[in-house]
């Protein structure tokens, strides 16, 4: 994992997760339920400002990496309540593929 290649389909793997977040937000739009929208929508966020985070500081390894998304994890649970799990969801998804080792 801490090669090159490995983190790059690491972070593929987790852009492709947030696509399908994306897709996710706009069925909950589309219901109506902004509720959650507005869960889902800072959870993608602050996934977003995570890869920001490793590629500004060039996290090379999968335990910095995961370190970052459980930082902003726990910044989302302390500024979000998320009874129905609807924002913790994304990051749960986004830490599995991260200490997985970015199985798709």
């Known amino acids: 994992m801490e090669d090159e290649r490995g983190m790059r389909r690491m972070i593929e793997a987790i852009e492709r ?5 994306r897709r996710y ?3 909950l739009e589309a219901r109506g339920d ?3 929208v507005k ?3 800072a959870a993608i966020a602050e996934v977003e400002a995570g890869l920001r985070q490793a590629r500004s500081e060039n996290a090379a390894d999968a335990a910095r990496l995961s370190e970052i998304f459980w930082e902003r994890r726990r910044a989302f649970t302390e500024a979000w309540d998320d009874p129905d799990g609807v924002g913790t969801s994304t990051f749960t998804r986004v830490l599995r593929l991260v200490d997985g080792g970015a199985q798709p």
């Open 39 to 41: 869960l889902a929508a």
């Open 25 to 27: 937000l706009k069925t």
């Open 34 to 36: 902004f509720a959650a």
């Open 17 to 21: 997760a947030l696509g399908e977040e």
